[in-house]
């Protein structure tokens, strides 16, 4: 049980408690799942408020199992005790709360939240009314003159009554803590509880959707062909209606809404004429009757003139080609070993097919001529120069027949990351698709079935699977997509991207590198679905 519901709970019993009504703050005060020892002595006290001496006692039980220090518990059950004539329990009450005053004349349990001082003289004299009531009046005469001896004590003059009764052989009452008077709450605690709008209410300050002033939260907006608008002018279709007048919800799922109020429409009308809405950050439904269109007006000729704004439409099926490939005039092909060389990407633009082409060719560097020659040297002795493209670009030299499992552990050292988290992929030459390693699937593969004249070049990823969400299943970006809003997931070629849902035909939810966002679904294939796509197509 949350803390909070606790002193809320606890508050409305003492509430109840000052009106008199036990019976209702004892209800309260059993819907607490676990109550502390003053929850239960307040327990303790509503019972014998209503006359339930034996569910008091199993209260007072429960306090002083919860605090074994708590002396005034010790007190109320000894007089309890008294009244149900457990008169040797009440006394061993009476001594422990006494031991329990460590020497103190008095305590005050204000602090704890009970407006009740307990004296060392209330427990002697309810001690003396044990021993009256067990008939050792001489007994009882002696602890009552130790307590008028002794000064300090506080009122003497209940202790003078205390003996005269004994003189005249009659039982002194015993003391108790008043009825009314329980434990109660911090009241700074209680003010807490009260809700307070520290931020106030959002208000739109700048927005890319044109004639935003909606303040609340909704989810991704539907999008459809065309300019998507939030708001269109005279007659047209619109996302946001008025609510014609105030509101009131019949149910569980509708919303009270006051009368003119905006309101974002989230689905389509059902059976019952109702719809679903969005207002203040709340989902629910509302009559489609109480609904009507925004007129906003505005000139004919302004409108005619308006340039079109709002969410694009998405990208076309037909998906991007890459760029057609300037032929290099450089000297005989070396391999560029640069760490800042990026990996192969697309950009959005639409171009024609480019032709097949031969092997990749690369470009010489003159700043690691040095580098280059010692790995030429080392791939003709048998090895074969592997480029993998990672957040950089890396290079090393392996034998020919190096097993993937092997060279997956050296990248992995290198990079500084498990090898279990890693992936590889790579290219066929005339290919575009990457394809992960068969050696991740079947063992016994070596470098051999993907070299090129003693050369591979592989794409590397490290794995970030999702925990909170569900993944449906996995695709590989076939192009870089760069981020068009805040909601856009932005990834690079050979990525690999979790989809956690389909937002429509054209655009999917996914998860990459540790973010969540949409993206055109023409972007990425799946890897089961075989698709490979050559250069000639």
């Given at each position: 049980?949350?803390?909070s ?15 008199g009504d036990w019976q ?6 059993q819907?607490?799942?676990?109550p ?9 006290s ?10 008091a006692l199993k209260s007072?039980d ?13 007190f109320q ?12 329990e009440a006394?061993?009450?009476c001594i422990?709360?006494?031991?329990h005053?460590r020497?103190?004349t ?6 704890l939240?009970?407006r009740?001082k307990?004296?060392?003289w ?6 003396a009314?044990?021993y ?5 009046w001489?007994?009882?005469r002696?602890v009552?003159?130790?307590v008028?001896?002794?000064r300090?004590?506080g ?10 009764n ?5 039982i002194?009452?015993p ?9 109660r ?7 807490q509880l009260r809700?307070r709008?520290?931020?106030?209410k959002?208000k ?8 935003d002033?909606?303040?609340?939260f909704?989810?991704?907006r ?10 269109m ?6 996302r946001?209606?008025?609510?014609r ?6 149910g569980?799922e ?11 429409l ?5 059976r019952d004429g109702m ?5 203040d950050g ?9 609904l ?7 000139s004919?000729?302004k ?5 079109p704004s709002?969410i694009p ?15 290099s005039r ?5 391999l ?9 990407s697309?950009?959005?633009?639409t171009?024609a ?5 031969g ?6 560097n003159a ?11 080392g791939?003709e002795?048998?090895?074969v120069?592997?480029k993998v493209h990672y957040?950089?670009t890396?290079?090393?030299s ?6 993937y ?25 005339g ?6 390693l068969?050696?991740?699937i079947e063992p016994?593969?070596t470098l ?6 003693g ?8 794995e970030?699977p999702?925990?909170?969400?569900t ?25 690999t ?7 429509n035909e ?18 990425a294939?799946?890897?089961n679905?075989?698709?490979i796509?050559?250069?000639?197509l």
């Amino acid at each position: 049980m949350l803390y909070s519901d606790l002193l809320r709970m606890w508050n409305e019993s003492v509430v109840a408690v000052d009106a008199g009504d036990w019976q209702g703050a004892l209800a309260k005060l059993q819907q607490i799942n676990e109550p502390t020892s003053r929850i239960l002595f307040n327990a303790a006290s509503a019972h014998m408020a209503l006359g339930q001496l034996d569910m008091a006692l199993k209260s007072l039980d429960l306090t002083l199992a919860k605090d074994e220090r708590l002396a005034v518990g010790f007190f109320q059950r000894a007089a309890v005790m008294m009244q149900v004539d457990r008169l040797e329990e009440a006394l061993s009450d009476c001594i422990w709360a006494q031991k329990h005053m460590r020497g103190n004349t008095v305590i005050d349990y204000r602090q704890l939240g009970l407006r009740f001082k307990l004296f060392s003289w209330q427990v002697l004299h309810n001690a003396a009314a044990v021993y009256c009531r067990m008939g050792q009046w001489e007994r009882a005469r002696e602890v009552l003159l130790s307590v008028s001896q002794d000064r300090g004590t506080g009122r003497r003059g209940n202790i003078e009554v205390a003996l005269d009764n004994i003189e005249r052989k009659m039982i002194p009452v015993p003391l108790l803590v008043p009825e009314g008077v329980v434990f109660r709450p911090r009241k700074q605690e209680i003010e807490q509880l009260r809700q307070r709008d520290f931020l106030g209410k959002a208000k739109v300050i700048a927005s890319m959707i044109p004639n935003d002033d909606f303040g609340g939260f909704e989810p991704l907006r539907q999008q459809k062909p065309g300019f998507y608008e939030p708001k269109m002018v005279g007659a047209q279709d619109s996302r946001y209606m008025r609510v014609r007048a105030p509101y009131m919800a019949r149910g569980p799922e509708e919303l009270t809404v006051p009368g003119r109020a905006l309101v974002f429409l989230f689905g389509e009308e059902d059976r019952d004429g109702m719809i679903n809405v969005i207002f203040d950050g709340q989902r629910g439904l509302l009559p489609v009757s109480m609904l009507e269109p925004i007129d906003v007006r505005t000139s004919k000729d302004k409108n005619e003139n308006r340039a079109p704004s709002g969410i694009p439409l998405p990208p076309g099926l037909k998906p991007p080609t890459r760029p057609q490939a300037q032929p290099s005039r450089a000297a005989p092909p070396q391999l560029n070993f640069t760490t800042d060389t990026p990996p192969p990407s697309y950009t959005t633009a639409t171009h024609a097919p480019p032709p097949p082409s031969g092997p990749p060719k690369y470009t010489a560097n003159a700043t690691s001529n040095q580098d280059a020659g010692s790995l030429a040297q080392g791939a003709e002795a048998g090895n074969v120069v592997v480029k993998v493209h990672y957040t950089y670009t890396m290079a090393l030299s392996v034998p020919l027949d190096t097993p993937y499992h092997e060279l997956k552990e050296q990248i992995a050292k290198k990079l500084g990351h498990n090898a279990s988290q890693l992936r590889l992929r790579h290219k066929q030459h005339g290919y575009h698709v990457l394809t992960p390693l068969m050696g991740d699937i079947e063992p016994g593969h070596t470098l051999q079935e993907v070299a090129e004249a003693g050369r591979v070049t592989l794409w590397c990823q490290r794995e970030d699977p999702l925990v909170s969400r569900t993944i449906l299943y996995q695709m590989v970006a076939l192009y870089d997509y760069a981020a068009q809003g805040p909601e856009d997931l932005e990834f690079s070629e050979g990525d690999t991207i979790d989809i956690l849902g389909e937002v429509n035909e054209e655009w999917l939810e996914g998860h990459c590198a540790g973010n969540i966002g949409i993206f055109p679904s023409c972007f990425a294939y799946r890897e089961n679905d075989s698709i490979i796509q050559g250069s000639e197509l």
